[in-house]
C-alpha cells in the first residue's frame, strides 16, 4: 500500500498583501519623516519669534491694521525667508552641528537630508520669498528682505560667528530686520519709530541669548565657534548682559514719545523693569558663585519681547 504525502498549501499568496501594506506604511513614515527634516532646517521656533515683532511694525507704520491681504503677504514672505536664513544658516553650519550636543540631531549631521538637497531648498526659499516681496510689497521690503537673508548667512554665519566674540553683537540686526521689513512694505520708507523698534530688538538679542550661550558653552567651545561665555569670564558676559538689558529698556521706552500711547508705555515699563529685575539677580549669582540658571533669563526675554511688541499692536489700533 503506497503512502501518499501531502505538500502543505503554500500561504505566501496571502502573505504578499501584507508586506505590500507594511511596505507601504513604511514608505509613508518615511515621507513624513523627511518632511519633518525639511520643516526643522526652517527653525520654525526662530520664525514664530521673528513675525511676532514683524506684524505689529506694520499697525503701527498704518496707525491701524493695513489690509489683511499685504499683511499675509508680509507674513508669508517673511517666513519662507526666514526659512531661507535658516536652511542656509544650516548647510553652512554642518561641520559644526556634527560636533555639538544641541545640533547633531539635526537633519544634516543626522543625514536625512542631504548637503546639496538643503542648498537648494535654501536658495529656492531666498528667491521666491524675495520674489513675492518685490512683486507684492514693495522694491524697498524687497531688497532689506535679501539683505537680511545675505547678511545672516555670509557675513553672520560664515564670517563673524567663527572669528569673533562679538558675533552676537554684529549678527544683531539680522533678528532686527523684519521690524524694517513690516515698516517698508506698508509705507515704503522708514521712519524713526521703525528705527527705535529696530533698535528694541537689536539690543535685545544680547540679553536673549548670551544665557543660552551661557549655557551650551561646552559646546560651543568643541565647536571651537568663540561665543562670549566660551572666551570671556563669567562676570565679563553678565556686564555685557547687564549693559544691553539696560538699552534694551531705555530703547523701548524711547519709542514712547514716538506718537505712542500709556497703551504701550505702561506695559513696556512694567515688563522692563522685571527684565531688568531678572537680569540684575543672574549677575548676582555670578557673583556670589551660586548655581547659575541662565535660562530664566533667556525664557523671560522671550516674554518681555511678546508683551512689548503686542502693545505696539494694541496701541495701533486704539
Excluded at 40 to 53: D, G, N, Y
Excluded at 88 to 99: K, V
Excluded at 241 to 246: D, E, G, Q, S
Amino acid at each position: 500500500m503506497s503512502m501518499i504525502t501531502e505538500r502543505p498549501v503554500s500561504n505566501s499568496a496571502g502573505q504578499q498583501p501584507a508586506r505590500a501594506a507594511e511596505a507601504s506604511v513604511a514608505q509613508r513614515r518615511d515621507v513624513r519623516a523627511v518632511l519633518r527634516a525639511y520643516v526643522a532646517l526652517t527653525k520654525p521656533r526662530i520664525v514664530e519669534l521673528l513675525l511676532v515683532t514683524t506684524v505689529p511694525a506694520m499697525m503701527l507704520a498704518a496707525d491701524g491694521m493695513p489690509s489683511l491681504w499685504l499683511v499675509a503677504v508680509v507674513l508669508v514672505g517673511g517666513s519662507l525667508a526666514a526659512g531661507a536664513a535658516s536652511v542656509l544658516n544650516c548647510y553652512i553650519d554642518r561641520d559644526i552641528d556634527q560636533l555639538m550636543r544641541r545640533t547633531k540631531r539635526r537633519p544634516l549631521p543626522a543625514h536625512t537630508v542631504s548637503p546639496r538637497s538643503a542648498l537648494i531648498f535654501g536658495l529656492v526659499l531666498a528667491v521666491v520669498s524675495v520674489a513675492l516681496m518685490a512683486v507684492f510689497t514693495n522694491l524697498l521690503a524687497a531688497a532689506l528682505t535679501l539683505a537680511a537673508i545675505a547678511y545672516y548667512d555670509l557675513v553672520y554665519t560664515l564670517w563673524l560667528k567663527r572669528t569673533t566674540p562679538t558675533n552676537t553683537f554684529w549678527g544683531g540686526a539680522c533678528g532686527a530686520a523684519p521690524v524694517l521689513i513690516g515698516w517698508a512694505a506698508v509705507t515704503g520708507s522708514l521712519a524713526p519709530a521703525a528705527w527705535a523698534l529696530f533698535g528694541v530688538v537689536f539690543f535685545w538679542q544680547m540679553p536673549h541669548f548670551y544665557p543660552l550661550a551661557m549655557k551650551y558653552k561646552d559646546d560651543y567651545a568643541r565647536a571651537g565657534i568663540p561665543m562670549l561665555p566660551v572666551v570671556a569670564s563669567s562676570r565679563r558676559v553678565n556686564a555685557e548682559i547687564l549693559i544691553f538689558t539696560w538699552l534694551t529698556v531705555l530703547t523701548s521706552l524711547a519709542v514712547w514719545p514716538l506718537g505712542m500711547s500709556v497703551v504701550y508705555g505702561i506695559p513696556t515699563l512694567v515688563v522692563g523693569g522685571m527684565l531688568v529685575v531678572e537680569a540684575h539677580r543672574l549677575a548676582r549669582r555670578v557673583a556670589r558663585g551660586q548655581a547659575v540658571k541662565p535660562m530664566r533669563l533667556f525664557h523671560w526675554s522671550t516674554t518681555y519681547l511678546t508683551i512689548v511688541f503686542v502693545a505696539v499692536a494694541l496701541d495701533a489700533l486704539l
